[in-house]
């Protein structure tokens, strides 16, 4: 069993319960027992339990607390269940659950402790500490490329346990040996052929004690795990206009409502004047919100308008006044021992490598960038005096549940999430802003259903962005080798700034994030320094689509292709000469093998470009093939190759990592949040297009198996998209672009 | 941001193309009461007028793309989502102008205050004839288009004027919205320049 | 005022400049079609009228003029699919899954006019549909695959 199997083992086990007509199967913690978000369903002096699996004599219910995105988090939670349990997940019903401590997420913090590549013991350790602090602040979160590291023993665990005590009750009904039985869809199969339904034995289940003592399926046996034609549970949903997602949902009685918000983060409304609103069509109240004012009208289309025409008067941002006045902050705290975070990566002494006339250097920016997913931010909240009720796609159900009791003064139990799925998130929906608005709003009519919906504009100006980013590089190269590193990253925090916002914890210490996918890469390199400095917290941040390495990958990559080009050598084979982790190197040999990598000329006005990004302790090489047209830089061809030690959705997998190459390459091109008088300047998509079909090459998508660690896919395909396309550009043309978004530098047809 | 509210009187509005189609008056000036160097003046408006973006940027001949401008979108661009125009002009199959650029059955205000939206008027939306090539020309280039019959439909300088007055989509670039910025001086301003160099003869810089 | 979708006539009662795409979704509970960015930026909103593809947020009802609206709900459902959806399913284009209501209408308004678009035409008609996950390059080859389903039919 792999270490991550053992960390699960210890921090929970699967339990059973009895629930109306059947039961429930599922884990529970043991250290501390946590709360259980079921208990309200059972009767007294029964099992406090998490629920995996439910089942009654209506059918088969499977938990999947981690939410979908998009990013296929639901199927794949199912179908780890499914696996082991012998059902057809298609066949059972799916639901997110209630939020609930149970369904922490120890994978989330523990990629927070250590690069990817190191398996030493005292990484192990410090990965388990992580998951203690996780369970501790009941971080029940989507994200971090965490699902399928989280979930993979745990839920197989749930399937199996779930899958023995069927047999175990058929055993006891039949006097058959419980060795004797087998399981096919839904049913325990006795030596004679006749079979049970699980939902027959749902109730004898719950009665008797759970079989703990389970060994999970090796995988050359699994049916559904890793099997090219294993399908996402919701295509057809997706494909028909059936899907609910959180802005299609409808609660009886319910009443449309919009915002305006102060859009400088954060700041006061001083006053506002709503009289014209008020006589609009469809208006029916108007909600002074904190920093903003609400309205609620027959529909949505009329909030929006009405929201519009309120005219407010608002208060100063708490941060510098326009970009200009925000790259000052960056330039000042680079290289600034003042403002040091830390310094994670220090290898031979680059201070007396660099003294020298040779020197290279080179300086980096990154920009704010919106999230922007197709789905803007929304709502339904219900509140009475007793209770409150909440309908949102939502990344942190538990403190979505907090916000709401701090301002309802109504107990934790009394308030309810129901998270709905989601239209895209790349980390917009662990934010929750919208959430309290909604709140608030529907403490104005208590008994009244309320449906917030932001505007495109007001969600695209009230972005928690990305947070901009400044690098300074330093390096030299000797003998047709890269022989000196040395960059420094001035960035604001992300983490901090993130959750204090949204759970109310102070995070001490340094922000691992800030130099995230610059120190943590497996190169060896004579004099290697990577030194992060935190600058004052401006906007106020939160985690985009790979976090730090979205903005490093780009920063740590170029500098390197750049040593890499002065020393005269390839680059692809510098690379791996230079990498020392075997799993990174297979991944960008593999990368040249298809591509066809004979170096970075393609012929006249043609050329091609390598990156490579380790993130979330996936390795993943890229190479982008350009042509210089006469209107600009055409993509003509992306080649990805990753390693994630196990290929659970091979299809989805795919998906993941070009859908994310995609991501990293439309931003790249022409995406950023610009600020003037407080306010971000891009309020819609005309102004951060991202990538359009017509721009997308063609690609090839390779995944390796040779890592120790099973990974998830969500963002480790961001990074290296950016500086795979820099690098290919600059083999076209020779123009070194070291500012994103590129297409301040040059054209794109 | 302030979007006025769109009343209910639109209902009422059938009457307003016509409104303000008659709200421009075509008078042209005598006969021989412009001299040739009036109607150079007159021509240097014209092509103000015409050398805008808000007029060039559908005026793209042969290329087959309207580009965008304006202060989000840094020098003039091609029109995002990679929009052609066809040969007819109108969009290519199933992605024609129309299908973002919706027609109003009614010239109501306010259609096109949303900025950024597509903006409509009440006619089917479309780039101007490949022939009327304006984007990226010079004074002279365009001067001899607009007097030249085999490229500007055979029309007259009254016929131009009367084109201005029926082309609800040239009325538009006078009141663009949406905070967008409107064509140099007036729609009328614009056809009394028009009218005033066809009679002083149609003469262009290079002559 | 009435209105005819799904071939269905539905009568409402809203603000003429209010956009057909709210009419659909808050009015007639309508939900296939998509909140994107109400500019016609994104496209998730895209609507058959009259067998043409529409940015549904950009047409006031009162322009609608008789025009027969047909949503994702009207061009196929989950029992009786549309070629283009039978496509979408097999080549597991969704991620998130929100623009693809937008995409599915306007490949197949496509492939009423064209039945066997170049690459370029799919590149050219595709492009005003925004997905933000990144899932052309199988919306690609579904358009394609649905192409062949069509002429085989």
């Given at each position: 069993m792999s270490r991550v199997g053992t960390i699960a083992r210890r921090t929970f086990l699967i339990g059973s319960a009895t629930i109306a007509g059947g039961v429930a199967f599922g884990a529970y913690m043991v250290n501390r027992p946590i709360p259980n978000p079921l208990l309200d369903d059972l009767a007294e002096g029964e099992a406090a339990i998490t629920p995996y699996v439910k089942i009654d004599a209506n059918g088969i219910t499977l938990i999947?607390?981690?939410?979908?995105?998009?990013?296929?988090a639901v199927a794949l939670q199912a179908n780890l269940i499914a696996e082991e349990l012998?059902?057809?997940?298609?066949s059972a019903t799916l639901t997110p659950g209630?939020?609930?401590?149970?369904?922490?997420?120890?994978a989330t913090l523990e990629e927070g402790a250590?690069?990817?590549y190191d398996d030493s013991t005292s990484t192990q350790i410090t990965r388990y500490m992580f998951g203690k602090v996780a369970k501790l602040i009941g971080l029940q979160i989507t994200g971090g490329s965490s699902t399928t590291p989280d979930s993979f023993t745990k839920l197989r665990t749930a399937g199996a346990v779930a899958r023995e005590t069927l047999k175990e009750a058929a055993a006891q009904r039949?006097?058959?040996?419980?060795?004797q039985l087998a399981t096919k869809d839904g049913h325990v199969i006795l030596p004679n052929g006749e079979e049970i339904a699980y939902t027959a034995l749902a109730a004898e289940s719950a009665l008797i004690a759970p079989v703990e003592d389970v060994t999970l399926r090796d995988p050359?046996?699994?049916?559904?795990?890793?099997?090219?034609?294993?399908?996402?549970?919701?295509m057809v949903a997706k494909s028909t206009g059936t899907e609910i997602y959180g802005i299609d949902c409808k609660v009886d009685g319910m009443v449309f409502a919009s915002v305006c918000a102060n859009?400088?983060?954060g700041g006061d409304i001083i006053s506002f004047d709503a009289t014209t609103a008020k006589t609009m069509p469809g208006v029916q109240e108007i909600v002074p919100v904190t920093g903003g004012v609400g309205v609620i009208a027959s529909n949505t289309w009329y909030a929006i308008q009405a929201a519009n025409a309120v005219e407010c008067v608002w208060g100063p941002g708490?941060?510098?006044?326009n970009s200009e006045k925000m790259w000052n902050v960056l330039e000042t705290a680079i290289d600034n021992e003042d403002y040091f975070n830390d310094r994670q990566r220090d290898e031979g002494d680059v201070a007396v490598a660099l003294e020298t006339d040779d020197i290279i250097e080179a300086e980096y920016r990154v920009p704010y960038l919106a999230h922007a997913p197709m789905e803007p931010m929304n709502a339904i909240v219900l509140v009475t005096d007793t209770k409150c009720e909440i309908w949102s796609g939502v990344q942190a159900p538990i403190w979505t549940r907090d916000k709401a009791v701090a301002l309802t003064g109504l107990a934790p139990e009394n308030v309810h999430v129901y998270v709905q799925q989601m239209?895209?998130?790349?980390?917009?929906?662990?934010?929750i802003k919208h959430v309290e608005q909604a709140v608030e709003i529907a403490m104005a009519v208590k008994g009244t259903p309320v449906k917030l919906t932001w505007s495109r504009e007001e969600d695209m100006t009230h972005e928690f962005p990305r947070p901009p980013a400044i690098a300074r590089a330093r390096g030299k190269v000797s003998n047709g080798q890269v022989d000196t590193f040395d960059l420094s990253v001035s960035q604001a925090a992300v983490i901090p700034s993130w959750l204090e916002r949204n759970s109310g914890i102070a995070m001490p210490?340094?922000?691992?994030?800030?130099a995230h996918g610059s120190w943590d890469q497996p190169f060896t390199i004579p004099n290697y320094r990577v030194t992060a400095y935190r600058a004052p917290d401006m906007v106020p941040v939160s985690t985009w689509?790979?976090?730090?390495?979205?903005g490093n990958g780009f920063m740590h990559d170029t500098f390197m292709d750049e040593l890499i080009h002065a020393a005269g050598a390839d680059p692809l084979v510098e690379r791996v000469r230079l990498c020392f982790d075997g799993t990174s190197r297979k991944v960008m040999e593999e990368v040249g093998k298809i591509s066809g990598w004979?170096?970075?000329?393609?012929?006249?006005?043609r050329g091609r470009g390598i990156a490579f990004c380790m993130s979330f302790g996936v390795p993943v090489a890229q190479v982008v093939e350009v042509t210089n047209t006469p209107n600009g830089i055409k993509i003509d061809k992306a080649f990805i190759v990753a390693d994630v030690?196990?290929?659970?959705d091979p299809k989805n997998a795919e998906a993941q990592l070009f859908g994310g190459m995609i991501y990293g390459l439309g931003h790249a091109i022409n995406s950023e949040l610009t600020y003037e008088n407080y306010a971000a300047?891009?309020?819609?998509?005309?102004?951060?297009?991202?990538?359009r079909l017509f721009q997308t090459p063609e690609f090839e998508v390779k995944i390796l198996e040779n890592g120790h660690h099973i990974r998830g896919l969500g963002e480790p395909g961001v990074p290296p998209a950016a500086p795979a396309l820099g690098n290919a550009i600059f083999a076209a043309t020779g123009q070194r672009i070291?500012?994103?978004?590129f297409h301040k530098h040059i054209n794109f047809v | 941001m302030k979007y006025p509210l769109l009343v209910?009187?639109?209902?009422?509005?059938?009457?307003a193309v016509l409104a303000r189609e008659t709200a421009v008056e075509i008078v042209p000036p005598?006969?021989?009461?412009?001299?040739v160097e009036d109607g150079l003046d007159a021509w240097s408006r014209v092509y103000e007028v015409t050398g805008h973006p808000r007029c060039a940027n559908c005026h793209t001949?042969?290329?087959d793309r309207p580009m965008w401008s304006g202060?989000?979108?840094?020098?003039t661009r091609p029109h995002?989502?990679?929009i052609q125009a066809g040969e007819s002009r109108m969009g290519i199959e199933n992605l024609q102008?129309?299908?973002?650029h919706t027609t109003k059955d009614e010239d109501w205000?306010?259609?096109?205050?949303?900025?950024?939206?597509a903006p409509r008027v009440a006619m089917g939306w479309q780039l101007a004839p490949?022939?009327?090539?304006?984007?990226?020309?010079?004074t002279e280039e365009i001067c001899a288009q607009l007097r030249d019959p085999d490229r500007n439909g055979g029309r007259t300088a009254i016929d131009l004027a009367e084109h201005l007055n029926h082309d609800l989509i040239l009325h538009w670039a006078w009141s663009?919205?949406?905070g967008r910025e409107p064509a140099p001086y007036s729609l009328q301003e614009h056809i009394n320049d028009i009218l005033a160099w066809g009679v002083a003869g149609m003469p262009c810089p290079q002559d | 005022m009435e209105i005819s979708v799904n071939g269905e006539k539905r009568e409402i009662d809203v603000?003429?400049?209010?956009?057909l795409l709210w009419v659909l979704r808050d009015?007639?509970?309508?939900?296939g079609p998509k909140y994107g960015c109400?500019?016609?930026?994104?496209?998730?909103?895209t609507v058959h009228i009259d067998g043409m593809a529409v940015r549904s947020c950009q047409l006031?009802?009162?322009?609608?003029?008789g025009g027969e609206v047909t949503t994702i709900e009207g061009l196929g459902t989950p029992d009786a699919l549309h070629a283009v959806q039978e496509a979408w399913i097999e080549e597991q284009v969704?991620?998130?899954?929100?623009c693809q209501s937008g995409q599915i209408m306007q490949a197949a308004s496509l492939l009423d006019a064209d039945p066997a678009p170049s690459d370029e035409k799919i590149d050219a008609v595709m492009s005003g549909n925004l997905c933000r996950c990144g899932t052309y390059p199988r919306i690609r080859a579904a358009v394609k695959s649905a192409a062949t389903k069509l002429q085989e039919t």
């Open positions: 999947t607390p981690r939410a979908e995105m998009g990013q296929g012998d059902i057809d997940p298609a209630m939020p609930g401590l149970a369904y922490y997420n120890a250590a690069p990817g039949t006097g058959v040996d419980r060795s050359s046996t699994w049916r559904l795990l890793g099997k090219p034609n294993m399908k996402r549970l919701d859009p400088a983060i708490s941060y510098p006044e239209g895209g998130s790349f980390g917009h929906r662990a934010e210490g340094p922000d691992p994030s800030i689509r790979s976090v730090g390495a979205s004979d170096g970075p000329s393609l012929g006249e006005n030690g196990t290929v659970l300047q891009q309020d819609n998509y005309h102004a951060n297009e991202g990538l070291r500012e994103m978004p | 209910a009187v639109i209902l009422g509005m059938g009457s005598a006969e021989g009461s412009v001299s001949g042969p290329s202060p989000t979108y840094g020098e995002g989502m990679n102008c129309s299908t973002c205000d306010n259609a096109n205050d949303i900025p950024h939206a490949v022939e009327a090539d304006w984007f990226g020309r010079s663009p919205g949406g | 603000a003429l400049d209010m956009p009015e007639l509970g309508i939900m109400g500019i016609a930026q994104c496209g998730a909103c006031a009802v009162s322009d609608l003029a969704a991620q998130c899954g929100y």
